[in-house]
């Protein structure tokens, strides 16, 4: 084969080997749309562009401040998953004061600087973003400049023209923000469906930070529109917001565990140990669930350890997606995970538990040699009834003991305890409880058979 005939073909594997061939077609398609609308709306705008002195300068101060802002946090990192951050504080005044062309540039390059200086992500990714801002941008910079013209136009008084001009441009990065969190957010929940976006985009926190960023964007437009000295008094009073963004992150973070995401076993128990003394008090129902996967270590012998690792990933990913908001899941080391489920019965914290189970076997990982591998967990549940008095110690060990009597049971299954008799621990194979018959689960809660002189636990189990 000739050289060229070898490079076209190198280029053609390294195309196909592309991530962004992973995702469904239907993505593909959506991500492939928004990067060419951008580009179509670059190269219109560009077209009818006439570029000025005044304008170059006052653009190139702006990026100044965005890319000067993204260097005081380059050493915190960027996030993983959905990342929040004030940049439009200085992009949207681009789009409010400049011509159109000017927009969707700012992203552009502050997204290449952020692949360069701060984390390599994923190419598909960092191009759609800046195609997503991108278009949000040239969206907010056309109402501006249409809305302008009908609105502001026609006020003679300043008093009432300056607030004029302050609404529309809220009302344009309103539109920025809006049309930029669909394209985005419909991208994220099309990659990975089990996703919550609640958390990340319409919690209390990211919210408040939504409304902080674009009340600083129409101030610093609305300053420098006057005069672009502005920026010299903006600048610092604009990046406060986001030094406090990326501490609230590290903060999160070293709440997380970093292979999975879930909370760590740390953050867990503290969190746990407040929830159980809150359902002792109050006498409310709760559970706690230990899953543990089944001979991981074969696993990691089999394939390595950083499929290993990714598996533990897509464990972490798949547990908030059966779980409610107010539930607690975490990693609480090795292959072991803990659940926290409040207000739940044990009927219901035992099909919460299987419907886990099942999630877990069903996940098709692929290994780097390209077989589907599939994995199975054992999971010990403990319940603590409306009444009961218990620690989180007491729960934990209940569940490790149900959690063991899983393992001896055949593994992929789930056994259960409940404290409306007591906890009663005691020694033999596997730390299981004495006294105690396990019963098939048979489409409902069915309690083990205990001898009338046991003190042992209720148990069910999972076949």
């Known amino acids: 084969m000739d ?98 062309v000017y927009a969707p540039i700012s992203p552009i390059i502050r997204i290449a600087l952020t692949q360069w200086r701060v984390r390599r992500g994923a190419a598909h990714r960092r191009v759609f973003s800046a195609a997503a801002l991108g278009l949000s941008y040239l969206v907010a910079s056309a109402t501006f400049h249409q809305l302008a013209g009908v609105v502001i136009g026609p006020v003679a008084d300043p008093a009432r023209r300056g607030l004029a001009g302050m609404l529309v441009i809220a009302a344009s990065a309103l539109i920025q923000r809006i049309v930029n969190s669909g394209l985005v957010l419909t991208a994220v929940k099309g990659a990975d469906p089990a996703v919550r976006l609640r958390g990340v985009q319409f919690g209390r926190e990211p919210l408040y930070n939504d409304v902080t960023e674009l009340c600083l964007a129409v101030l610093v437009a609305f300053g420098v529109a006057s005069s672009p000295v502005a920026l010299l008094f903006a600048f610092p009073f604009a990046t406060l917001p986001l030094r406090a963004l990326r501490h609230a992150q590290l903060v999160s973070d070293s709440r997380t565990d970093s292979k999975t995401g879930l909370l760590n076993a740390r953050t867990w128990e503290r969190e746990a140990e407040a929830a159980v003394a809150r359902a002792v008090r109050t006498g409310a129902p709760l559970a706690v669930a230990v899953l543990d996967l089944d001979w991981f270590k074969s696993v990691n012998d089999t394939h390595g350890h950083l499929f290993g690792d990714e598996v533990l990933r897509q464990i972490g990913r798949c547990l908030p997606g059966e779980l409610r908001e107010s539930d607690l899941a975490g990693r609480f080391g090795g292959e072991e995970f803990v659940m926290l489920l409040p207000k739940t019965r044990a009927v219901d914290a035992f099909r919460v538990a299987d419907r886990v ?45 149900a959690l063991y009597r899983a393992k001896r049971g055949g593994r992929n299954q789930v056994q259960m305890i409940s404290t409306s008799r007591g906890l009663s621990a005691a020694g033999g194979l596997g730390g299981g409880f004495d006294g105690g018959v396990c019963e098939p689960f048979g489409g409902g809660l069915v309690p083990g058979t205990l001898p009338a002189q046991a003190a042992s636990p209720e148990v069910v189990t999972q076949g």
């Not at 000067?68 to 789009?95: C, F, N, Q, S, Y």
């Not at 996940?363 to 780097?368: I, Q």
């Open 3 to 100: 050289p060229i005939g070898r490079g076209t073909a190198r280029l053609a594997r390294a195309v196909t080997a592309w991530p962004v061939w992973t995702l469904p077609r239907w993505l593909v398609a959506f991500i492939a749309t928004v990067v060419v609308a951008d580009a179509a709306g670059i190269a219109f705008a560009a077209s009818r562009a006439t570029f000025a002195v005044h304008d170059l300068g006052l653009f190139g101060l702006l990026l100044a401040c965005d890319v000067a802002g993204l260097e005081l946090t380059r050493r915190a990192g960027e996030p993983v998953g959905i990342a929040k951050d004030m940049h439009a504080v200085w992009e949207l005044p681009i789009a409010i004061l400049l011509p159109l």
């Open 357 to 401: 189970r099942c999630r877990v076997a069903g996940l098709p990982l692929a290994a780097p040699d390209g077989e589907i591998v599939r994995v199975t967990a054992s999971v010990g549940v403990v319940a603590l009834d409306a009444g009961s008095r218990r620690e989180l110690t007491d729960l934990l060990a209940a569940a490790d003991a």
